[in-house]
């Protein structure tokens, strides 16, 4: 090995080029001509993200997960604030295993637990709800007119009479099924939380807060006689929270993991350590420099440095290979990691465009976390094509390969491994037509399956978590012993001031809610109208008979006087109704939409929006003067977590087909730009479709819908796969180029860069396989997809692609262009 | 408001032809496409049509030979000829809740309910009309009132020319409570408030009565063609609301209301007279067979008496939960229904009560004897059947299919 090795001895050059033919060659003389330079600003940029990674927020806010922009979610945001008091409720059933509730043991329990509940920080105590709390009251009506008291009297005392009394109290109450069970086995703490730390003046920590009760309830209190179950926004809010913290644990299996594979590999401990810090220097660039620029961390964006580590640990092997396999040849460090630079700056840097590109059609989706989610992991990519495509052959011509390493590259370059060897047939007239009768096949069955693909979130309770997780047991519990669902459609019915109460809107009202009921997948429903008429009706002796509206104004103003605030607006312009769904499948939500629009046809006033922001006399001046034949009124789509998701179902249904024309189109005009070649772009995309019908098909077989974490998968899979293809057919070009036939071309392939496309599969499979045993169910969805994706993508690339290659390429073509463009100079790579 | 009454009887007459339905669908569509306000009346909508509407809240059911006829909530009507085993929905112009329900005859009905509404039915409860409505009634009670204010100047009149101090403060109070009541009922008229009807009954196909609340009363001798004002024919100068009417002798009526209000006639209504009550609670229902009459009402309270209401005796029912509706059964025993899911079992003597909780203790309003001998209630949960013991039927209780 001579130091000498002249820059002008170098006698390849890049068989294709992105930008100009002249810009690559440059582009390294300029890196490698000023080493030390070139390292010193990647260390002070280095330096600099790093002190971005200390800026790094995680963000539970829920406005990043819904679709801003959908129309749904601008009516909701119009009046989130009127709305907000309804999410900020945690729930706690204590149940008594043995019996009911009515024993003096159970009751003293539930007082402990009530006083516990009571003090912890966060908990509105005045709003508070229990048997034990004196704002739960019976009431009757009697001769004299309603009679009333608190559920648990003042003499209680625990003996047979009072828990008589108390029973009787409680059917009285009108709670069975709200605080307490149906079957009376078990009653809830119905605890309201307030918005800001008394303390800190800061929004609540609901970590805190769940952990709290955790602590004092379910751990002091759980007992082979009492069970302790806990469901509500907030809490679900901190189970996710608690959920990230696993996600650490499994980036620090996956690097362990993948070092243990890249040792095996290189059997090198400085191709080993290289890549990884090269690729862990990505990661805290693409996090700093998200920092830097304002992001925060949410549940999706936190999954990015796991494709940033592995995207950039697969190209840093590519570069380690080439390096090993060059410097097996004789090249010393320098002329190495310059030869291997030059080789696989091409397809490297094609590849990584082409993942960059692909996130980037995620933009497409109208949902703050995807948007992110695609800038996030953008960035990164940009990130992996400075620090492993030039940081790891700049650093590399200083450290160069071990010797141990160099043997390890000669030695499979000598070897004629049987496995290789095997699947090089694939590349032949006689075997090529089996892969790709089974691909047809595969295709075909995969069509069929995905049929049953469908939008949305479709398992029960909380999606986001899993459906055996804690929170979704206990939901489960709720839901089956007490009169409530979890899926709640919001409808909220607009109207100008002060007329929420006038007899037209409440009788449109009154309609809607009945209209409602008759949909399929719809429960119930409850509004201030569901008020108004109890109230009436309690008005005239509790007479089932008059539980009507009125059309007298004063007795409607009466009924709805002490109406929950949830169930109209300050300015009584506004009244939701709320309508409970049995599940929030697809098919649900969009039922439960097509008729709230198909009776909006009906009864909302097409009048100009200015009528809704009038007050009474203003109205009334317009009814006068024939603007208006009545108080105007529309229903307006939605809110409730079955109203935001069906927004988010709209908004993923409509984006879902544009992001994969475009994501094709993306790794098409790459691909075509740089190979110049329609059959070169059939043999690398091909495998790709079928991968992405395959994954669509495992979707439906699996019942995972496209939601808003399993859209990003289709991008991702296919902008990361498509490396395996550019890699493979590169090398294999050079190959055909050298005048190998197709069998022998490819078997050469798949010795260097089909070792390293593997391996690169195998990688990023294990990196994305750990979060399938995250407990956050979404992330376990994106975790199985995107293993499968990979897998598939790298047997796509080393079988069909070959396969194909045998009948669309022509060789002879390859060759003529190349001689046309380059002469006699044997291309890099 | 003239287009859509004549839209609803077209609908009404052919419900079967959907083409025709999609037609006037689309002219419909035309219709409100031109018109700024797109919500009509209730009492000018029909009502949904829903494989539901046997499970919503209903508040009269009653039997006509093989038929059973329930009405309820958003103007529903369904009618049964298998027991309440199966369930069909009648068309109705209306959409407003619908109180009670009458059959003097095995094809004659009315049906009344809020807003003064009062529907007719002349097909043993297949198809029905309005016939009055609380817009008319209100009009009819401002009349009423009137001339019983004329009445009662008159009155004073007459009293003040005879000097006799007492007939002179009688005359004074009732023009009092007729200006009162005068005022009131143009305050309704004026402001669109209108009172709901809680009770019907019908001595035959032309002569009948409905009442309702604030004393409200409109009797007719045209089968309904006309309704007149007849609360100035009621001891009822507390205008206290009118639960239920009945038969009780060959020309006797009786009624009970609120605050323990009995009235009875015994010219077919044309002069009413209070009783004296045992109870000073609201009564929500009567059931008689001649002189032998049983009322109940708040918290339980049941009264019987044999003597067509001279004199009456406590039924003790062990149960406070407030009684809604009875009916006597063929073998002549009764049952009684009420809030909470309760029922009172009585003997043919109407006496050893025997009281049960249904299962999901929702409030009852009413209650009728299937011709197979079974007990169809109806109430907050729709209609539930119970056999003769009192145990629920559960047997699946279905609904033809509505055009929801």
């Given at each position: 090995m001579s130091n000498t090795t002249n820059l002008k001895n170098i006698k390849t050059e890049p068989e294709h080029y992105i930008i100009t033919p002249e810009s690559e060659p440059f582009l390294e003389r300029v890196l490698f001509a000023a080493r030390p330079l070139v390292l010193a600003v990647l260390a002070i940029l280095t330096v600099v993200f790093a002190y971005g990674l200390t800026q790094i927020r995680l963000d539970s806010s829920i406005e990043k997960y819904i679709p801003l922009k959908h129309e749904f979610i601008k009516n909701y945001l119009v009046h989130k604030d009127e709305l907000g008091?309804?999410?900020?409720n945690i729930k706690i059933s204590i149940e008594s295993k043995d019996g009911d509730i009515f024993t003096k043991d159970y009751m003293a329990t539930l007082q402990r637990i009530n006083d516990e509940v009571f003090f912890i920080k966060g908990v509105d105590r005045s709003a508070m709800k229990s048997l034990w709390t004196p704002n739960v009251r019976w009431t009757e009506v009697t001769e004299e007119g309603f009679q009333g008291g608190p559920v648990i009297p003042a003499t209680y005392d625990g003996s047979k009479e009072s828990l008589d009394q108390l029973r009787q109290n409680v059917l009285k109450s009108g709670q069975v099924g709200r605080l307490v069970a149906n079957n009376f086995s078990s009653t809830i703490i119905d605890i309201p939380l307030v918005e800001?730390?008394?303390?800190?003046?800061?929004?609540?920590d609901y970590k805190e807060l769940s952990q709290s009760i955790e602590e004092k309830v379910r751990d002091a209190f759980t007992s082979d006689k009492i069970a302790v179950y806990a469901t509500g926004t907030p809490k679900k809010l901190a189970d996710l929270l608690n959920g990230v913290a696993s996600i650490g644990l499994f980036f620090i299996a996956a690097i362990c993991f993948t070092a243990i594979l890249l040792y095996l590999y290189s059997r090198c401990i400085r191709g080993t350590l290289i890549p990884i810090i090269a690729s862990l220097i990505a990661v805290v660039w693409q996090l700093g420099a998200l920092a830097l620029m304002g992001f925060t961390i949410d549940l999706y964006s936190v999954l990015v440095p796991f494709l940033v580590f592995a995207i950039g640990i697969s190209h840093g092997v590519q570069i380690i290979s080439g390096i090993a396999i060059e410097s097996g040849k004789g090249s010393n460090k320098l002329m190495a990691s310059r030869l291997a630079f030059r080789g696989l700056y091409v397809p490297g840097m094609l590849a990584l465009l082409s993942d960059g590109l692909g996130f980037l059609t995620l933009l497409f989706i109208e949902i703050g976390v995807i948007q992110e989610l695609a800038i996030a992991a953008s960035v990164g990519v940009a990130m992996i094509i400075v620090t492993n495509l030039v940081l790891v052959p700049l650093v590399m011509s200083y450290v160069g390969i071990s010797q141990s390493g160099i043997r390890h590259a000669e030695n499979n370059e000598k070897a004629e491994p049987k496995l290789w060897k095997g699947i090089s047939k694939i590349a032949s007239k006689k075997i090529a037509p089996f892969p790709i009768i089974i691909a047809i096949v595969l295709a075909v069955l995969g069509v069929y399956q995905s049929q049953s693909l469908k939008i949305g979130d479709l398992d029960a309770g909380a999606p986001e978590l899993r459906p055996d997780s804690r929170y979704n047991l206990d939901n489960a519990y709720m839901v089956s012993n007490y009169s409530t669902s979890s899926d709640v459609f919001l409808v909220m019915v607009e109207t100008a001031k002060e007329q929420c109460n006038s007899y037209k809107v409440m009788d449109s009202i009154d309609r809607f809610m009945w209209y409602m009921e008759n949909v399929p997948g719809v429960q119930s429903t409850i509004s201030m109208v569901t008020v108004s008429k109890l109230v009436t009706k309690g008005m005239n002796e509790g007479n089932l008979k008059w539980s009507a509206l009125s059309r007298n104004q004063t007795i409607l103003n009466t009924s709805i006087q002490r109406a929950p605030a949830s169930l109209l607006n300050q300015d009584c312009s506004m009244a939701p109704v709320i309508v409970y769904l049995n599940d929030h499948k697809a098919e649900t939500l969009e039922n439960a939409v097509a008729a709230v629009k198909k009776f909006k046809v009906k009864y909302d006033d097409e009048v100009d929006a200015k009528y809704f922001a009038m007050d009474t006399a203003g109205i009334e001046a317009a009814i006068a003067a024939g603007e208006l034949t009545d108080v105007p009124v529309r229903f307006q789509l939605a809110s409730g977590n079955a109203g935001i998701e069906a927004a988010t179902n709209e908004v993923i249904g409509a984006a879902q087909n544009t992001m994969l024309i475009f994501v094709y189109v993306v790794v098409f005009a790459l691909c075509f730009a740089t190979f110049r070649s329609f059959r070169a772009v059939a043999c690398i995309l091909l495998p790709l479709a079928l991968t992405s019908i395959l994954c669509q098909a495992l979707m439906a077989y699996l019942g995972i819908g496209v939601k808003v974490a399993t859209l990003p998968v289709i991008a991702l899979g296919v902008g990361i796969g498509v490396d395996y293809g550019i890699y493979i057919y590169n090398r294999l070009e050079v190959m055909l180029i050298a005048g190998k036939s197709l069998q022998e071309a490819f078997f050469e392939t798949l010795k260097s860069t089909g070792k390293a496309v593997s391996f690169t599969g195998i990688t990023l499979a294990i990196g994305v396989g750990t979060w399938i045993f995250s407990p956050i169910k979404f992330q376990a969805d994106m975790g199985i997809l995107l293993t499968f994706m990979f897998v598939w993508n790298m047997l796509g690339a080393l079988v069909l692609l070959p396969a194909l290659a045998t009948f669309i390429l022509k060789p002879e073509q390859i060759i003529a262009r190349h001689k046309k463009l380059h002469g006699d100079i044997s291309p890099a790579g | 408001m003239r287009f859509h009454s004549i839209r609803n009887r077209i609908v009404t007459a052919v419900p079967q032809l959907t083409l025709i339905k999609s037609a006037l669908f689309a002219l419909s569509l035309m219709f409100t496409t031109f018109s700024h306000a797109q919500w009509q009346d209730p009492l000018e909508t029909p009502a949904l049509s829903t494989d539901r509407a046997h499970e919503s809240l209903l508040l009269d059911i009653t039997r006509i030979a093989s038929r059973l006829v329930a009405v309820g909530a958003h103007g529903h009507i369904v009618y049964s000829d298998d027991s309440g085993k199966s369930w069909r929905q009648a068309r109705t112009p209306s959409s407003v809740t619908l109180t009670a329900v009458y059959f003097p005859s095995a094809t004659m009905g009315w049906a009344v309910g809020h807003d003064g509404l009062i529907l007719h039915s002349s097909d043993a409860g297949e198809t029905w009309v309005k016939q009055f409505d609380g817009y008319l009634a209100n009009r009819a009670i401002v009349k009423g009132a009137r001339a019983n204010k004329e009445l009662a100047i008159a009155d004073l009149d007459k009293a003040k020319n005879s000097g006799d101090l007492t007939s002179i403060d009688n005359a004074e109070m009732h023009l009092e409570n007729a200006t009162y009541a005068l005022e009131d009922a143009q305050y309704d008229k004026k402001s669109g408030s209108t009172k709901p009807f809680l009770d019907v009954w019908f001595y035959d196909a032309k002569i009948g009565y409905a009442v309702g609340a604030y004393g409200m009363a409109f009797h007719t001798r045209d089968g309904g063609k006309s309704w007149i004002d007849w609360s100035s024919h009621l001891e009822n100068s507390d205008r206290l609301h009118i639960n239920g009417l009945t038969m009780v002798g060959p020309r006797s009526l009786m009624l009970v209301g609120e605050q323990g209000l009995i009235l009875r006639s015994d010219d077919m209504g044309a002069n009413w007279r209070a009783l004296p009550s045992p109870y000073e609670g609201s009564y929500f229902g009567i059931m008689a067979k001649a002189d032998n009459v049983l009322v109940f009402g708040l918290r339980g309270n049941l009264y019987h008496s044999v003597d067509g209401g001279i004199q009456w005796e406590k039924v003790y029912t062990n149960s406070e939960q407030t009684l809604m509706a009875g009916v006597a059964k063929t073998d002549k025993t009764s049952v009684l229904v009420g809030n909470g899911g309760s029922v009172i079992l009585l003997n043919r003597r109407s006496e050893d009560p025997k009281s049960i909780i249904l299962p999901g203790r929702t409030t009852s309003a009413s209650v009728a004897q299937a011709p197979d001998g079974s007990i169809v209630i109806v109430g907050e949960a729709g209609v539930e059947r119970i056999d003769v013991n009192g145990a629920v039927i559960n047997e699946s209780i279905t609904m033809a299919e509505g055009d929801f």
């Open positions: 008091s309804g999410l900020s800001v730390d008394p303390d800190t003046g800061e929004k609540l | -």
